[in-house]
């Protein structure tokens, strides 16, 4: 059975590695791993495939960035060549990137199989790109693989049958659990604080991780600059770490707002193992990631989440994550609260336990 891995953006890397390693100890599985260049620079790129074990990939795609259309149509055309030439029995595919629904839409059409990790997820807000992206491949796809049981019961209600759709936990944290050791390690509070040139209080107060990236948070000029102004404000009481994309940096540096005094220190996005460090030693995290949401979740770590909507409910209901939305107000009062004592006890979700990969190598193989 000949198995091609589709991955394009730093989220599936993560999603990838274990899967890849349970499904190469199994007997009668060769695997092809296609990369198609979504995400191209080493720092969102090269470096996760070193951090996290994976091959160098068989394909590249190179397609770079681009609009939304622009991007999927890319990879759709590429693509495309490199699935007749390989003829893979089954395509996996990541999460809700335009590399994920873009594999789906092509495969369909040659009639190859799909199966989708991370399928089900609904933020049941279409303005959203991931959304769409979700709803598609999910539509398209013949195996479903959930994290969560929500994800069972949105598949089942959009008419998927039950034999398709299999819970078997998040993948993601499979990663994390193997390689959370390596990342405690990695930075002491000290090493932070030095290496970032922190203030002293760092040690005693501890910091806030902050990362943001979603277009109604960094492209619109006025919802940046409150934001900045607002994280600005917090770091008074909590310095804050921002691993901050360069696009979005740039669009803070057109701005004109002045950070170079403050305790809201802006940093280059760092690897895995590195963010990971970061995130076991942070007192909270401030995001709009659906990733950090599962992550900060399973480590026990507060987080606010300025979105109005998670597609990831069970990081709030059973989790650490509070949706602040686009309140700022919300914001400070959350943050206060968890530096006062008031951060919501969280639990890890079930088959969130480091196993996930290896259920979905079983009922494939």
Known sequence: ????????????????????AALGKK?????????????????????FFRQLGLPNPDINLEVGSGSHATQTAQIMTKIEAFLCEK??????????????????????????????????????DRAMPEEINRIVTDQLAEMLFTPSIDGDENLLREGKRANQVHFVGNVMIDTLVRLKKKANALHSPQQVAEKYN???????????????HRPSNVDDPIMLTRIIETLLELSKDLPMLFPIHPRTLHRLKGLGIQTDDARLFLIDPVGYLEFLSLQQGASLVITDSGGIQEESTYLGIPCLT?????????TVTVGTNVLVGQDLMRLKSAVFSILNGGAKQGTIPPLWDGLASKRIANIMG
């Open 1 to 20: 059975m000949k198995i091609m891995h589709v991955a394009g953006a730093r989220p599936n890397f993560m999603k990838v590695a274990p899967v890849m």
């Open 27 to 47: 007997n009668g599985i060769r695997q092809v791993l296609l990369h198609t260049g979504q995400h191209y620079d080493a720092n969102m790129s090269e470096i």
């Open 306 to 314: 300025v979105r109005e909507n998670t597609e990831r409910p069970v």
């Open 87 to 124: 003829k893979p029995d089954l395509v996996l595919v990541y999460g809700d990137v335009n590399s994920t629904v873009a594999a789906a839409l092509v495969c369909a059409k040659l009639l190859i199989p799909v199966a989708h990790v991370e399928a089900g997820l609904r933020s049941f």
């Open 198 to 212: 922190l203030l002293g209080s760092l040690l005693s107060k501890g910091y806030g991780l902050v990362t943001l």
